[in-house]
């Protein structure tokens, strides 16, 4: 069974992974030296659809050999992001997801817009798939696996690598099994946020398969809007926004 693995201490946005148990056949295991809030897992658990804990398990540091009982032998089904020394250049206009598994297999993903970040990303996103497919070859014939960004400038053409790129946006469309979606950022805290998303009906709707995600960070709450298309995502986005403004206006 695949097993996501997130280090709480150093992955500040964890909390996505757990929107990866809508997938029956994932395990998912945080390491962290005190059990994370249980409102908030109750929370993100609620969002994938599933009961408490069942394949979920916490790990303390220090617990490594029941940690690695628990994954077992394919903790590589996962790969988490690449070495940073494989990054290179800047950012581009687009980010493009790629996947580099142990096999040496490339996987592209998705193609993400930036400024306001979007998926899908607009026009043909063929030539950028082919630019990512490329230097994810090279960086596969190097020696790199794992998950990356490869950063594509205005003319179609890979200015970086980023080893580390926020991909909760991906994992939460592919884990919601949603076609597009839009990010962005709201002030306010997270269960204010979570409130004003539900009391306003804009939040995640699993039977409507659209609506809005929330993701608590240091300044602010980062909300990722889904949709089966982009104006669908871009109407929840523009919809969530409104319904907190009282709370950003209050920040």
Do not use: K
Request: aromatic letters at 8%; a negative charge; charged letters at 20%.
């Amino acid at each position: 069974m695949p097993t996501l693995v997130a280090y709480l201490e150093s992955e500040p946005r964890w909390e996505h992974l757990l929107l990866g148990l809508r997938d029956p056949s994932v395990r998912v295991a945080l390491v962290a030296p005190e059990p994370p809030e249980p409102a908030l897992l109750s929370y993100y658990l609620e969002l994938a659809g599933v009961g408490p804990w069942g394949r979920l398990a916490v790990f303390d540091p220090a617990d490594a050999v029941d940690l690695r009982a628990f994954v077992g032998d394919d903790a590589d089904d996962f790969p988490r992001t690449i070495d940073p020394s494989f990054a290179w250049g800047s950012r581009g206009a687009t980010t493009v997801h790629v996947v580099i598994q142990p096999d040496r297999r490339v996987q592209v993903m998705a193609a993400f817009d930036h400024e306001p970040c979007r998926h899908p990303a607009s026009g043909d996103v063929r030539p950028l798939f082919r630019e990512a497919a490329r230097v994810g070859a090279e960086l596969s014939r190097s020696g790199a696996v794992g998950r990356f960004g490869v950063e594509v400038g205005a003319d179609g053409l890979a200015v970086g690598v980023d080893p580390s790129t926020s991909d909760h946006a991906l994992v939460t469309m592919l884990a919601l099994r949603a076609n597009a979606v839009r990010c962005g950022w709201v002030a306010g805290s997270f269960w204010s946020v979570v409130g004003v998303l539900r009391s306003s009906g804009v939040a995640w709707n699993p039977v409507a398969r659209a609506g809005v995600v929330a993701f608590p960070g240091i300044d602010g709450v980062e909300l990722v809007a889904l949709g089966g298309a982009r104006l669908e995502a871009e109407e929840r986005f523009v919809s969530a926004c409104a319904a907190l403004e009282p709370l950003a206006v209050a920040a």
